[in-house]
Structures are given as structure tokens and as C-alpha cells.
């Protein structure tokens, strides 16, 4: 904390109200975030260098508009993602694959803010889909898919977002007929979920992995090219 705010305890009220929103972010997001800079005025917020910086003029501002939250997302992710991805080639040809930007400022900055600026969108159609409107929801799929794809092979701890909780299988059935396994599950929006097997609970093997939740409630359908063991179990588990 800045001395120009004059006594710990108004300090301290400043940093209480920011730590709350900041706690709020992904373990992801939070990974790289050791200090954080407060100061008075109305000058830009910033990320990077293991920091987050505030000004509390301008989060006013922020608050206003109803975007905080949205604004330490973004600098989060200069904090804890830029340096892991910007630079990455899988990264750069999502950039080229999708001839467009989310917005004038990643168009304008490609090599520093188009990731930060894309994160924020992506995050919102994963995780908060029905708090934009569906026409909202298209303009960011055309503009930025390869890069979504890109973010949805990443591996990030989305606590809180996501909770580290076993899901609860609904229904599991075999068609021996058709060689078909079907399961569904109770499922957290935006969550990434493998679905593996065993005949002894002791040797898992993957049916299938990287299946990331659109609903509440997931179903998938699996064809096995073989005959199922009267003893096989199945388990969903969040990947």
C-alpha cells in the first residue's frame, strides 16, 4: 500500500476490498500473482512481473461500469499466463488461423494484449455462457475460435470456477447389440471431464478424455468395437 493513504487502517480497508476480488480469480489466473501495487489517482491498472497494480481513481471507474472484475481478469492473465503463451507457436498460429481480432487494442497490440484480451471472451462462453446473449456469443466464435480451441487444450486450474468434486453418474448403458456404450453425468459448465475403465479397479484405460461440458448434465456415446466384460466398471473423473 501506498503511505499517501495516511494510516494502516485506511489502508487496510483499500486492501480488503481488492483482496476479495482478487481471490475470486482461477487458481490459474492467481498462479504467478505475488504482490499487489496499490496506489491512489486515476491511472491504468496493470499485470506482469508477478504483480497486479491498481489504482483506486480508476477502480472507481471500473466499479462504476461494473467491470473490476473484468479488468483484473485481464491483468491477471499478463501476470500468469503471457510469459507460459504469448510467445508460444501453437499460440501465434491460432493468431494467423483466425485473420481477426476480439478488439481494436488486440489489433493493435497483437504480440502484448491479444492474449489478454481474448482470455476474458473465451472465459465468458466457457464458464458464463448464459450471462451474454447468444448473438455476443457467435461474434466471439468467429472472431477468435482457433485461439478458443487453443485455451480449451490447455490444462488451468479453474478453482473456484470449476470445484475439484466427483461428478455423479446418472446412467450408464450397453447395447450388446450394437457394441454401444452410453453414460451421462451431473456436470459443471465448461469443465473438462475423461471417462476410463477397468475390469479390476485396479488398471484404468481411457475411453475417451478431453470432453468439456456445454450443460449441466453431459451424455456421451461411446462405440467399443468389442464385447464388454460381464465385469467392467466405468468412472467419470474432471481431467
Not at 499485470?47 to 461500469?65: E, P, R, S, W
Not at 479488468?71 to 492473465?77: G, Q, S
Not at 478458443?148 to 488451468?156: A, P, T
Request: proline share 3%; net charge neutral; charged share 25%.
Amino acid at each position: 500500500m501506498n503511505p499517501e493513504f495516511g494510516n494502516a487502517d485506511d489502508a487496510r480497508k483499500e486492501a480488503e476490498k481488492y483482496a476479495e476480488v482478487i481471490g475470486q480469480l482461477t487458481t490459474a489466473l492467481r498462479r504467478d500473482v505475488e504482490t499487489v501495487w496499490i496506489h491512489k489517482g486515476v491511472n491504468a491498472f496493470g499485470g506482469g512481473n508477478n504483480n497486479l497494480l491498481i489504482h483506486t481513481g480508476q477502480a472507481v471507474k471500473y466499479i462504476n461500469d461494473g467491470i473490476l472484475e473484468e479488468t483484473l481478469v485481464h491483468e491477471a492473465t499478463h501476470t500468469s499466463l503471457d510469459s507460459r503463451h504469448a510467445k508460444k507457436p501453437k499460440w501465434i498460429a491460432a493468431q494467423k488461423a483466425d485473420d481477426d481480432f476480439i478488439s481494436k487494442y488486440a489489433k493493435d497490440y497483437p504480440n502484448r494484449e491479444d492474449l489478454a484480451e481474448s482470455y476474458l471472451p473465451y472465459f465468458a462462453i466457457r464458464y458464463w455462457q448464459d450471462r451474454i446473449s447468444k448473438s455476443l456469443v457467435r461474434k466471439i466464435k468467429q472472431a477468435i475460435l482457433n485461439r478458443i480451441k487453443y485455451f480449451d487444450s490447455l490444462v488451468l486450474e479453474m478453482y473456484p470456477v470449476i470445484r475439484r468434486e466427483a461428478p455423479r453418474v446418472d446412467q450408464l448403458f450397453y447395447s450388446e447389440d450394437k457394441k454401444l456404450m452410453s453414460i451421462s453425468w451431473s456436470s459443471q459448465l465448461g469443465a473438462k471431464y475423461i471417462i476410463q475403465s477397468s475390469s479390476d479397479f485396479s488398471v484404468w484405460k481411457t475411453v475417451v478424455s478431453h470432453l468439456i461440458a456445454d450443460t449441466s448434465l453431459t451424455s456421451m456415446s461411446a462405440n467399443l468395437d468389442r464385447k464388454v466384460n460381464t465385469q467392467e466398471f466405468y468412472r467419470v473423473g474432471l481431467e
